[in-house]
Antibody, heavy 120, light 108 residues
Framework: EIQLVESGGGLVQPGGSLTLSCVVS????????MSWVRQAPGAGLEWVSI???????HHADSVKGRFTLSRDNLKNTVNLQMNSLQAEDTAVYYC??????????????WGQGTLVTVSS | SYELTQTPAVSAAPGQTAKMSCGGN??????VHWYQQRPGQAPLLVVY???DRPSGIPDRFSGSNSGKTATLTISRVEAGDEADYYC???????????FGGGTKLTVL
């Protein structure tokens, strides 16, 4: 059974840092693309970051330079390091598995999400 | 940046058909994907590549993409279909995944 389980969310002050983790079972993160999507309270979905099989990463403009995406193949985990957090980063963060043809990907599996609240 | 426009709200009575649209520049040339999100739950893929359904999604859900609009159609609407629905494409200009703003389906 495929499962994606996020952790690491919580309350953080503006300017602070937080690392989210997504533990995967049922497939190998090193053999797949992995992505993060977030949803601010009462708002729609926003794509955040992706890591390709090559290890190359790509980020939304809103988080570029502040967020770093990495993976640990031994632990079968992807990690989203978030720095310089702002109130606008408050959201539920979902780990998702992109599938499909290159540059036509869709998100086939999702985790249950972890809430990040940026507030003083 | 590329934008996807969705009608904010749609309603349908049980047993009727609900249609929701997703508009964008040259959308007919893109693969459009659709997600259902019930309150408090993670999104669920219901249609991918314009009209294909993942395993386990009933054939009441169908998608199309022609003209200037992609459409998600839900036939024989049920109370459990009440949810937010999002369309999504990949934007060649920014190399970003893009979501529409979502359509709230109310089952009357």
């Amino acid at each position: 059974e495929i499962q994606l389980v996020e952790s690491g969310g919580g309350l953080v002050q503006p300017g602070g840092s937080l690392t989210l983790s997504c533990v995967v079972s049922g497939f190998s993160v090193g053999d797949n693309y992995m992505s993060w999507v977030r949803q601010a309270p009462g708002a729609g979905l926003e794509w955040v970051s992706i890591i390709y099989r090559s290890g190359r990463t790509h980020h939304a403009d809103s988080v570029k330079g502040r967020f770093t995406l990495s993976r640990d193949n031994l632990k079968n985990t992807v990690n989203l390091q978030m720095n310089s957090l702002q109130a606008e980063d408050t959201a539920v963060y979902y780990c998702a598995r992109p599938r499909g043809s290159y540059r036509q990907e869709y998100f086939e599996q999702w985790g249950q999400g972890t809430l990040v609240t940026v507030s003083s | 940046s590329y934008e996807l426009t969705q009608t904010p709200a749609v309603s349908a009575a049980p047993g009727q058909t609900a249609k929701m649209s997703c508009g964008g520049n040259n959308i007919e040339s893109k693969s459009v994907h659709w997600y259902q999100q019930r309150p408090g739950q993670a999104p669920l893929l219901v249609v991918y590549d314009n009209g294909d359904r993942p395993s386990g999604i009933p054939d009441r859900f169908s998608g199309s993409n022609s003209g200037k609009t992609a459409t998600l159609t839900i036939s024989r609407v049920e109370a459990g279909d009440e949810a937010d629905y999002y369309c999504q494409v990949w934007d060649v200009t920014t190399d970003h995944q893009v979501f529409g703003g979502g359509t709230k389906l109310t089952v009357l």
